[in-house]
Every structure is written in structure tokens, then in C-alpha cells.
């Protein structure tokens, strides 16, 4: 008989989570004006509402903490740091940051000025905020099947060549780079594949135009290249890497996801006058050039997780567990952004609570939904996350309405996949009962589904 899966891994740590009671969860909802967000994280029993700074380090990353050297300036925590990244990227020119916001803060200040047009697939909502804040345009080119929740394509996160050409086309003169997202975080988790990335690359070079990638997942983003995309089979992660990287320019990092540090980012680039321009606003916004909002500690745990999380076993475990949930909730008929992503679910909210119009948010009410029924954090990633139009002021309802189930890294076990599957399910056998959204009472201008307030309707 063939072995069964099981973890690259065993456990030598853990922390106690706690149920609560769905009076409880009412009471908490309401006090947190039915933003997830703004619950404590005591009242919440299995959180999937980011995987981005919540994966368990290892005991080589906890060990190399004990290296870090503090010091101000020239720290060698940095330089092992820098020598890590370079020899996985081959990009020679690295700038720590605190996270990867900070990361395109620092670099957009030097590259984004206003009238800019940023061409991209689905990018991520901090970076749509650090181009949109620069009154600058970001053009999102993602393929139009991507928005098929429901179509099984390998590499549905992928950037459109004919529309990225017509931006070009259009705007030469306006684009500053073009920013490709791997994966691609708002459109599910979704690959880029190494076909794409060659496509975008000689777009790039046919209007002498630079390409950045913003790399949160980049080493799931190659676990996938090699499972889904021919010739790449008997390649390591770390030679797809490699190549991922060589077609482009440089990188935006947010290291709490494929780093697996709870706190960290970076710049990284071939080009010196890309560093030259980015470290002028480092010094200010993060601080000096060789710690950049980050620990000497920090610096090292990054170091040995980048090397541990571009080796094929610990990405297989991961993406594995992800796959676990989906085959989970297909047995219930729920739907979700198909394939599953790398590191979450994008539950359809648009095809379960089908009576609830748009402007009461759908997706929203399904995540509330899922915390009353278990004390299950998701979060919207839909028509509150889309802000609303910079011009306009009107609410974007043009993209997908999905609820979010993040898996943190070596975090949960598969027990814990069950009990998201079958809360869902319970939500999802009484969807016709659901027939009332939520109302927006407060909001930023910005960014609002970190701090938005909500009153539920009905
Ligand atoms: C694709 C992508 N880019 C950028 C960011 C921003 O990174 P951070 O949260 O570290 O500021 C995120 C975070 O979720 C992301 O998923």
C-alpha cells in the first residue's frame, strides 16, 4: 500500500487556542462594528485572516535569532541577510524594509510621480494605495478569466500580453515599470506562469521599460511553476527562482509570507540607480541603509527562511494542506476561486448569498457569517477591500466578491481544515435564509477595510 502524505515536519512548540460561544461572537461582532479586523485575537478560534506574518518559524530560524548582531550601522545580520537574497535572486542591490508596504513606499517614492500610469496584474490593495496616494494610475492587466471563479486554468494569475501591450501602447511615456504580482494575491492565490513572466519581460524590453516583482509568495509561485508548467518538472524551486527573478528588475518583498517571519521586508535590485534613488527615502521613512526598519535578529530568522522555504518538501506540505480544505468544501459544493491558491481559499460570496445585492456587500456578510458559526476569521477580499473609485468616489464593484481563508503556514493541522470545511457548510446550507448585507457607517478615504464600520441590515 502507498504511504499516505503527511507534514515535512513535526511540532515542537505549541500555543493554546480557545472556543468561544456564539453568544459570545454576537456580542464581539457588534463591539467591533462587524469588522473583523477589529476583533481581539482571544476572541477568535482558528484565524485565517491573513497568512502574512502568523507562520511558525523553525528551530533553525529561532537559533539563528540568537545571532543577530544590533548594531546601528554594518550589522553582519544584514550582510547574511544580503548575501542570502542575492544568491537566491541574483539581485545585488538590497534594502531592508520593516514590511512589504514599506518596501514600495520606499522605492515608489523614488519612481512613481503623479500622472503616472503602473501596469500590472490585480495589484495588491497597499500597492494600488502607494500609487493611487501618488495621484499615479494602476492598470490592471490580468487575464479576463481570472474573474471566472469557476474555470480551472494552471495559471490563472497571469498578466494579459495584448492588454499590457495597449497600456503600453497608450502610455509609454507615463509608465515608470511594470509590476507583475506572484503570485497573484487578489485574484486567489493564483500562479504567474514562466511562460508569462518571459512575455511581459519582452513587452518590457520592446518599450524600454523596467519590471518590478512584487515577490510576497514568489517561491509558492514557483512550487506551481514546477508541478503545472512543462520543461520545469525536474527543476529545484531554487533554479525556478532563478529564472523567475532573471526576467525582471528588481523586487518588492513582504517577507512575512514566504519568508516566514512575523515582521520583515525588502527592496532587492539589479540596478544601482534603482538603489541609489530608493535609499535616499530608506534613511527617513525606515531608517539606516543596513537594518531598514528591522531587527539584527529579524535579519537572520529572514535569512534561513527564504533558504528553508525555497526547498520543494516544506512548499509541498503547505500547498498540500491548501488543496486538503478545497477537496473539503467540493464535497459540500461550495464554491471558490478554482484552482485552489497557493496560500488561501476565495470563497465566491457572489454565488452563495445570491440575494444579497452588492452594495450590502456580500462577501462581507459571509465572513461575518463564518465567525458567528465557529469563531472562523476570513476576511473580505471584495468590494469593500476595492476602495471606491479615486475620482468618481463611487463604490468598485467591478471585480470578484470573495471571502478570504488564509492558511498561515505550519500553523493549523488538517483537523483544523475540517472544522473551516464543515462551519462553511453550515453557513452555506442555510445561504437562502441570509438575505440581508451590511450598511457602511464610517470608512477611510483609503484602505477602508481595515478600519470600516458596518451596521448589519435585516
Ligand atoms: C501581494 C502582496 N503585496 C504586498 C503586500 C504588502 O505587504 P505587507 O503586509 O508586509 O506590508 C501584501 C500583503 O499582504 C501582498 O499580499
Redesign the pocket.
Known sequence: MELPFAESWKIKMVEPIKKSTRAEREKWLKEAHYNVFQLKSEQVYIDCI?D??TGAMSDRQWAAMMMGDESYAGASSFFRLKDTITRITGFQYVIPTH????A?NVLFSHLVKAGAVVPGNSH?D??KGHIESRKATALDCTIDEAKDTQLELPFKGNVDPKKLEKALAEHADKVPFIIV?VTN?TAGGQPVSMQNLREVRAIADKYKKRVIL?S??FAENAYFIKTREKGYENKTIKEIVKEMFSLADGM?M?A??DGIVNMG?FIATRHEDWYEGAKCFCIPFEGYLTYGGMNGRDMDALAVGLDENTEFDNLETRIKQVEYLAKRLDEFGIPYQRPAGGHAIFVDASRILTEIPKEEFPAQTLTIELYLEAGIRGCEIGYILADRDPVTRENRFGGLDLLRLCIPRRVYTNNHMDVIAVALKNVFDRRNQIKRGVRITWEAELMRHFTVQLERLG
Do not use: H, L
Open positions: 491573513t502574512s506574518g514590511q512589504g508596504r514599506a514600495e495588491f497597499t500597492t504580482t494575491n512584487d510576497a509568495r518588492t513582504s512575512k509570507k521586508g
